[in-house]
């Protein structure tokens, strides 16, 4: 399975394509990272260095993939953050090459905007975008509570919020929409939720909730989820999956007191994980 993950990059921590790649990479899928920036470290750091790309570099790294003839071979496109509408605007070009040249080819949005405690933390015409653009192109979308009620303007405070919400997003595309952290009124204080829906069904995934609070959980996430999707078939199983590591990695990283999440020492957790949460329908 092959991958073109068109993501942010820091050199330090775990965030963007620093979160995906190597997660994808322990279990066994081949990955093209493309970097939409790359920094130092994220800017929820009082410092940082770095750049950012404009589309059209994006772009130009596609083609270059493109003219070795070797896109035809790719599986799957994710999307993560974008630094301007200008980058954003260039993956609707990107998904349709991919596409063209292998029609199976599926591509996943995980629409960065925002988050409950921040607001809104892109570009302003960002949202609009996305939710214009990129959604409507995509198979799967991976957004958290906040980017769900924001792309369809609908709150989602208990479960039957949510999962009217989910369906007004599958309305204008997405045939696959995992909500990667949920907390409804029924979503006891100790535990995160996890909804997913596909044309198989609506599933909820419940784990313990940790005591920690790292940046690039939620790319992990829809990376792992989008390559299991993408080896199964099944949005639950890939669910299950997916979130199955990722607690191992987390529960791992607050053990140890850790500000970033520690991939490379809880690994084996990506692969084979500790405790296995599974899927149930809603």
């Known amino acids: 399975m092959i991958i073109l993950s068109i993501q942010s990059h820091v050199a330090y921590g775990h965030v963007g394509n620093s979160a995906a790649v190597f997660p994808l990479q322990r279990i066994g899928v081949e990955v093209w ?3 939409t920036l790359q920094y130092s470290n994220h800017t929820g750091y009082r410092h940082w260095r770095g750049r950012s790309f404009s589309g059209e570099a994006v772009r130009m790294v ?11 071979s790719c599986d799957g496109v ?24 292998n029609p199976a080819a599926r591509y996943c949005c995980d629409p960065v905007i925002g988050d409950a405690a921040r607001g809104v ?35 989602s405070a208990t479960l039957s919020d949510a999962l009217r919400a989910i369906a007004a997003l599958q309305a204008r595309g997405p045939g696959v929409v995992l909500v990667t952290s949920l907390q409804c009124n029924d979503t006891p204080a100790d535990a995160t939720d996890l909804v997913v829906c596909d044309r198989l069904g609506r599933f909820r995934l419940r784990t313990p909730r940790l005591p920690v609070d790292v940046n690039g959980a939620g790319d992990a996430m829809a990376a792992l989820f989008f390559a299991h999707y993408l080896g199964t078939g099944s949005a639950a199983e890939a669910a299950s ?9 987390l529960n791992r990283t607050a053990e140890e007191g850790a500000a970033e999440m520690l991939l490379i020492e809880a690994q084996q957790e990506l692969a084979e994980p500790s405790v296995v949460f599974r899927a149930q329908p809603i």
Do not use: C, W
Request: glycine share 8%; no cysteine.
């Open 33 to 35: 990272p493309v970097h």
């Open 62 to 72: 596609v083609e270059g993939i493109e003219e070795h003839g070797v896109l035809g």
């Open 241 to 249: 999956r997916a979130a199955s590591s990722l607690h191992g990695v």
């Open 78 to 101: 994710i999307s993560g953050y974008l630094p301007s509408p200008d980058t954003g605007e260039v993956i609707p070009d990107i998904i349709e090459r991919v596409k063209s040249a």
């Open 121 to 155: 933390f892109v570009h302003a015409r960002l949202p609009e975008l996305i939710r214009d653009r990129l959604v409507p192109a995509a198979d799967v979308v991976t957004p958290n509570q906040f980017e769900l009620d924001y792309l369809t303007g609908q709150p």
